[in-house]
């Protein structure tokens, strides 16, 4: 189980990627495909066409890591349609940890959550 505060940014590729890329092939994907920067210390994080393989690239300050889980059986169950025109979509720590851990994230939602009101000036 991956250890993540809850202030780090995730982004999900919503297009199945080849699971044999390595960090320059799936940074070249960050920059050209999603638009983003990979130096940026988001954590990118992609899946194969059959969702039993992801892998998550990210950037600390002097190099970059690449996270990789294989299913032996089973598939990775996404919360969302990769038939959308978007590429990328952005998912909070607890969403991925649970993703990797098998849970199907499709019936799930999440409780009304406490905004503080603004403060009047």
Not at 11 to 39: C, E, K, N, S, T
Not at 63 to 68: A, P, Q, V
Request: charged letters at 25%; a positive charge.
């Amino acid at each position: 189980m991956l250890s993540l505060p809850s202030t780090v940014r995730i982004f999900v590729a919503l297009q199945p990627v080849d699971g044999r890329r390595g960090i320059d092939g799936l940074a070249a994907l960050v920059r050209a495909v999603l638009g983003r920067d990979p130096l940026d210390g988001a954590l990118y994080v992609f899946f194969s066409r059959r969702c039993d393989r992801a892998r998550v690239l990210y950037f600390s300050q002097n190099g970059y890591w690449l996270l990789s889980k294989r299913l032996e059986c089973g598939r990775f169950h996404l919360p969302w349609d990769a038939t959308t025109e978007t590429v990328v979509r952005s998912i909070e720590s607890t969403q991925l940890q649970l993703i990797l851990e098998g849970i199907d994230l499709r019936g799930a939602r999440h409780r009304p959550r406490w905004i503080p009101a603004a403060r009047a000036g």
